[in-house]
């Protein structure tokens, strides 16, 4: 029985496979060497064999640099089946390897010119001279996939079973590159479907692991019939190929034919092809290979002590695939292999975090404890999967077991004895894990220093500290100068290992908002990248202070206009975050970072927490507008919040009701947003010109909210808005009273 942390992620076959492929494409990096001639020499050369007269003054014994002979410029430099003749009556012989190890014939099949390949073999050429790497120049037109080169090479008699230095026939080569045709030509002069490269590998195996369902299907015609079942040197067959690449449609083929395939069939490491399906993540084929050959596999473990269900989370990209897995009555998720590890054991060794946490609400249990098979019996090393995460580095994960084991404790960093284990203490960071994070954090800051435009570079002593404006878990801002502006300094304290990194927190930061520019963005000044103890950012400096502050420190009433000035500067600037080539999500938007000019405009700031958003179906949700900023625009009108609940109904249903209305998939998007506030400003700027100025106030009012009790041109847009919310909590509402039943 193998050590599952000794379990190597290639195999003997993959590693052959890997020198192969580089070997073929040596071969077609030599050929079109061959092929390359300087242009000087070329239009000489082009003259020659485009002219009788300079062909007959030419030298016979002319070589190029690379060693072509006059037959090998034939095939380059537009010579015909006469030229071919000429020479060879003149005793050029076409047996002359240039230096690179190829003939004129294989130049010939390379090039697929049929009439100089005709004409070559009726010269006298030898079919079966072989050149680098033991090729043919059957081989050379098959890695070229010219089916009009293999065809006349064939009919003139290449042996068609011949291997090349890797015990490569034109079919394995045929079945490895794809080309059906050629496959066909080969299959109808007799090539052998069943012979064997050099580690045992069939055309069969090639074709099913490279995804060639039609050629799979060649091979398998009864006039062929290559055996299904054939073991390669470890005992792969051809499932387990097509398994672990996620060809589930080869898979299909083999399974529901009548071809007699034995699914449950194990290598030489005792993989089932579901357990390299599962190894690989890949869904599709785990569901055909089930559905299609029942749940056998699924009880299997391997010589790591893995089921499928253990493959799974080793590979522990994808919990739909785990769920999956689950939901088989014959899956328990506690499920131990012979050396006691569970799945939860390698979803932590492989720092898996999503599906740890997946795993842990789904009541693995994580005081389990696996053996080291290599010790004898009276030396138990019993370890828990807490510390397969620690000894591979993985702190985050540990953080994340501490905290379940004893989620009383305020902070899951501290230290505590592992039941189970040694009784060690465990504390982050690890040894490992601490290296991990530094080096990554290394490259992070100079990968940062070499992208951020020079500009933006600040050194510490051009900026002057003046008060300090403000505080987090990060350190302390500061109102400053720098380069005679007015500015905030976001001063980073040193690194401690609780949970984030500040350096990576740092580098995301600056990484994002050196790429902003917009109004109602902050704006961007520079930041101090020389060491972690200086590390600093700066941004202008907005007088006005943040939201929070004029609502819950100074106490201060905003009418209407200025509510609305602000949601719609707010709106604007997330918009543009949304809009950009590549998404930034803010995921921290709150009263806190929505900072207000002297005259009542906002800008978004601290991206602290936003990150880019990298494919398209990533967190969709997050760029509608938050629950946050939901909120803010209910704010905006009170009246309208009173009015949407009703008097008969329970606070306890009006909790979750809200909760279902402020469901993202509900929200518009922010451009929607901006319009519909900017028609609502639109109107309230018309209905009372007396009272409004274009820069808005932040003074008390009196009116603020009474904008619903007038009958005002801007009513018909709060009263729009209104409906909406009416309708959507019309709806939600007899969710929440099915939910409260």
């Known amino acids: 029985m193998g050590n599952y942390k000794s379990r190597p992620t290639q ?62 410029l034939c095939c380059v430099c537009g010579g015909n089946k006469s030229h071919i003749r000429t020479l060879m009556l003149k005793g050029l012989r076409p047996s002359r390897l240039t230096r690179n190890g190829f003939t004129a014939l294989h130049l010939a099949a390379y090039k697929d010119n049929a009439e100089l390949l005709t004409a070559l073999l009726h010269g006298g050429a030898d079919i079966q001279q072989v050149g680098y790497g ?63 490269g050099e580690v045992g590998d069939r055309p069969l195996h090639l074709a099913a692991a490279k995804g060639f369902l039609n050629i799979t299907k060649l091979l398998m015609e009864e006039g062929s019939k290559a055996d299904v079942n054939a073991q390669d040197n470890e005992d792969h067959v051809p499932l387990h190929f097509c398994s672990r690449f996620g060809h589930h449609d080869i898979v299909k083929f083999l399974l529901q034919s009548s071809f007699e395939v034995q699914p449950h069939v194990v290598n030489i490491y005792g993989d089932t092809p579901l357990h390299l399906a599962c190894y690989n993540g890949k869904f599709e084929v785990v569901k055909e290979i089930i559905q299609l050959s029942g749940t056998e596999s699924l009880t299997k473990e391997n010589i790591f002590s893995e089921t499928a269900f253990h493959s799974a ?44 946490q997946f795993l842990l609400d789904n009541g693995a249990d994580m005081n389990l404890v696996a053996c080291d098979p290599s010790r004898s019996s009276g030396e138990k090393d019993e370890q828990t999967c807490l510390m397969w995460a620690y000894e591979k580095g993985h702190d985050a994960i540990v953080t994340l077991l501490k905290h379940y084991k004893r989620p009383q404790d305020e902070s899951p960093c501290n230290e505590y004895s592992q039941p189970g284990g040694d009784g060690s203490y465990v504390s982050v960071p690890s040894p490992l894990g601490k290296i991990k994070s530094m080096t990554k954090e290394k490259a992070d800051v100079l990968l940062l220093r070499a992208g951020l435009p020079s500009h933006f570079h600040l050194q510490l002593s051009e900026i002057e500290f003046h008060e300090i404006i403000g505080s987090g878990s990060f350190g302390k801002v500061y109102k400053g100068q720098c380069r005679n502006k007015i500015v905030a300094i976001k001063r980073y304290r040193a690194n401690t290992y609780c949970s984030k990194s500040d350096v990576d927190m740092f580098c995301r930061e ?63 600037g997330m918009e543009y ?94 451009s929607e947003v901006v319009t519909k506030l900017e028609e609502c400003l639109c109107n309230i700027e018309l209905m009372s010109p007396a009272s409004s100025n274009s820069s808005g106030s932040l003074s008390p009012s009196s009116s603020s909210d009474c904008l619903v009790a007038r009958g005002s041109p801007g009513r018909s847009h709060v009263a729009a808005l209104r409906t909406r919310f009416e309708l959507e909590y019309a709806v939600n509402a007899r969710a929440c009273a099915a939910w409260a039943q």
């Open 11 to 72: 195999t003997c076959t993959d590693e052959w496979k890997k020198k192969v492929s580089e070997s073929y494409a040596t071969v077609t990096e030599r050929l079109q060497d061959d092929l390359q001639i300087k242009e000087k020499e070329l239009a000489e050369l082009k003259h020659v064999f485009s002219s009788d007269e300079a062909f007959c003054k030419v030298n016979l014994n002319y070589r190029t640099e690379s060693g072509l002979s006059l037959l090998h």
């Open 577 to 670: 975050l949304h809009n950009l080539t590549q998404p930034i999500i803010h995921r921290d938007l709150n009263s806190h970072n929505i900072l207000l000019y002297e005259d009542g405009h906002a800008v978004v700031a601290d991206f602290g927490e936003s990150r880019f958003l990298q494919s398209l179906d990533e967190d969709n949700m997050t760029k509608q507008p938050g629950v946050c900023f939901f909120c803010f625009l209910l704010w905006l009108i009170p009246s309208l919040c009173v009015n949407l609940i009703p008097s008969d109904l329970p606070l306890s249903i009006f909790n979750p009701a809200l909760g279902f209305l402020l469901c993202s998939q509900g929200r518009p998007e922010f």
């Open 510 to 572: 600056v990484s994002i908002l050196c790429r902003l520019n917009h109004p109602c963005v902050i704006q961007f000044v520079g930041a101090c990248l020389d060491d972690p103890s200086q590390f600093a950012i700066v941004t202008q400096y907005i007088s006005g202070g943040s939201l929070f502050s004029l609502l819950h420190e100074q106490k201060r009433i905003l009418d209407l206009q200025s509510k609305l000035i602000i949601a719609v500067d707010v709106a604007k």
């Open 134 to 196: 033991a090729l043919t120049a059957l081989h050379v037109a098959t890695i070229a996939g010219h089916h009009k080169a293999v065809d006349i090479l064939l009919q003139h008699g290449a042996y068609v079973n011949v291997q090349d230095a890797v015990f490569f026939t034109p079919l394995h080569i045929a079945a490895y590159y794809g080309h059906e045709q050629v496959t066909h030509l080969l299959l109808k002069f007799g090539a052998d479907v069943n012979a064997s």
């Open 313 to 356: 989370c080793t590979y522990g990209k994808n919990i739909e695939l785990v769920k999956f897995l689950l939901d088989q009555n014959v899956v328990s998720i506690n499920h131990q292999g012979r050396d006691g590890h569970t799945g939860l054991h390698c979803a932590c060794y492989h720092g898996h975090i999503r599906l740890v």
